[in-house]
């Protein structure tokens, strides 16, 4: 059974970074497109963007691109998401997503205070 391990949250202060990772188990990692998605408290869980198995990176809002940056290695099976300059607003659960077979992380908590 795949599972995906996200690791990495933590409590920052606004205008800091931090680097997020998702572990995934099983074969094929490196044929399958990964989402990072979002869940900020009291609103839905949102799509923040995705990297194909190709590499390419989109992102749900132009302007988290050039604040995070997604990014893969898959010898290690591993996906990341790198945010930088965090705001108060970027406070939520970050959850990694795979869409073959609708397989999700159990999340990560980011708090980014001000």
């Known amino acids: 059974q795949v599972q995906l391990v996200e690791s990495g949250g933590g409590s920052v202060q606004a205008g800091g970074s931090l680097r997020l990772s998702c572990t995934a188990s099983g074969s094929g990692f490196s044929t399958y497109d990964m989402d990072w998605f979002r869940e900020a408290p009291g609103k839905q869980r949102e799509f923040v963007g995705k990297?194909?198995?190709?590499?390419?990176?989109?992102f749900a809002r132009s302007s988290w691109q050039g604040r995070f940056t997604i990014s893969r290695d898959n010898a290690k099976k591993e996906v990341y998401l790198q945010m930088n300059s965090l705001k108060p607003e970027d406070t939520a659960v970050y959850y990694c997503h795979r869409p073959a077979g609708n397989i999700w992380g159990q999340g990560t908590q980011v708090t980014v205070s001000s």
């Open positions: 990297i194909t198995s190709g590499e390419r990176t989109v």
